[in-house]
């Protein structure tokens, strides 16, 4: 497993290499896990909600189609005419009063809830890509923190300590075969907050991924992906007031693990875009970064121009006058110099002159 966090990066062997699950000769793969570090401000949950119901292929719920875990049960059920896309978002909020263990939450609610999704889809075309929900929360940490003076530092540990369990969540999941060939990824959210919710803006971006290309023609708008959630509360939160405003001042990051060469989420995306793409005869157009630098030095000569004001002006009448009054100066010092050379250069001739004939009148 490669461990990634910022700028440094190691290589760690997982703790069983062989499972109950894994057969003796089979080769693994690397694993690599990366936490990014998000803004300290969140984004509205409802306005995600939102775009999420306008631009998804559908959003559904796990508690609507509950059967007892056959494809028979669910082909006969009053669900079967529910229309399941290829590429499937599975959200689930790691509550606090849920287990504290990752490994407790790998092979129980994850395992069964991937369990029951593929008992509603079709092999051939299932694509799913797990997001997971957690908020850093006293009830989950097993270490006291009453003995800490500041609260900041207190927050701080609990954020830490819950980006550690995200990491053992990864390793957890990556060394579960089942899962491990079922999902195509694995995404954490990390936050301090109730009202944030960076696995579910995640989500939203992936969603929204290829929007600009979409919305040119007449094609369908709506995405490849779809999202699915346990019930309707995990995508509305913890929040029990409800509240719409986003929160500042929060801790947050998402943690990304990718194995077996499928990428993080975007890739996710980017590979559901492809099949929008063929499903609507599109021709694919990845988007080009352009070339802003030219753009900013040519918004700067304009912001010259418009600041240029009247006391620029008379700064630069100032100085072109110090400057012509200088050379004037030099120039008229420098002829009166000569001037005088040229007078003292006569005097001289007039004096020779005048000493030679008074030496002839001493002579006659």
């Not at 999941?173 to 954490?188: C, E, F, P, W, Y």
């Not at 077996?260 to 988007?287: I, P, Y």
């Not at 120039?331 to 030679?356: N, W």
Request: aromatic content about 6%; charged content about 25%.
């Amino acid at each position: 497993m490669m461990r990634r966090s910022g700028s440094s990066s190691c290589l760690l062997k997982p703790r069983a290499v062989l499972s109950e699950q894994e057969e003796p000769g089979e080769k693994l793969s690397v694993t690599m896990v990366n936490n990014n570090p998000l803004p300290s401000y969140s984004t509205e949950r409802f306005y995600m909600l939102s775009e999420i119901e306008q631009n998804a292929s559908s959003v559904l719920y796990l508690c609507d189609h509950d059967c007892d875990g056959t494809a028979e049960t669910a082909a006969e059920s009053d669900v079967d005419d529910c229309h399941f896309p290829s590429y499937l978002l599975l959200y689930i909020l790691w509550k606090p009063d849920m287990t504290a263990s990752p490994r407790a939450l790998t092979e129980g609610i994850i395992q069964k809830s991937v369990k029951q999704l593929k008992s509603l889809t079709d092999a051939k075309n299932r694509n799913i890509y797990l997001v997971v929900e957690t908020i850093a929360t006293k009830q989950r940490n097993p270490k006291n923190f009453v003995s800490l003076a500041e609260k900041q530092n207190e927050k701080e540990n609990l954020y830490n300590y819950q980006v550690g369990v995200a990491e053992e969540l990864a390793r957890c999941i990556t060394q579960n075969k089942a899962l491990r060939d079922d999902l195509q990824g694995l995404s954490v959210g990390i936050s301090d907050h109730v009202r944030a919710a960076p696995g579910l803006e995640a989500c939203m971006d992936a969603i929204n991924f290829g929007i600009r290309q979409r919305r040119k023609g007449n094609c369908d708008l709506k995405s490849s992906i779809g999202i699915i959630a346990r019930s309707t509360d995990d995508l509305t939160g913890l929040d029990p007031s409800q509240e719409t405003d986003a929160a500042q001042g929060v801790l947050q990051s998402l943690t990304c693990c990718e194995w077996n060469g499928n990428g993080n989420l975007l890739t996710f995306a980017k590979r559901a875009h492809v099949r929008w793409c063929e499903s609507n005869k599109v021709e694919l157009k990845e988007e080009r970064s352009k070339r802003k630098v030219v753009r900013l030095r040519r918004r700067q000569v304009n912001e010259i121009d418009q600041d240029f004001t009247v006391w620029d002006a008379i700064a630069i009448s100032v100085i072109f006058f110090s400057i012509g009054t200088w050379l004037y100066l030099r120039m008229v010092t420098s002829s009166e110099v000569r001037l005088e050379g040229i007078f003292r250069g006569i005097e001289k001739l007039f004096a020779i002159d005048r000493k030679e004939a008074h030496e002839q009148d001493d002579q006659l």
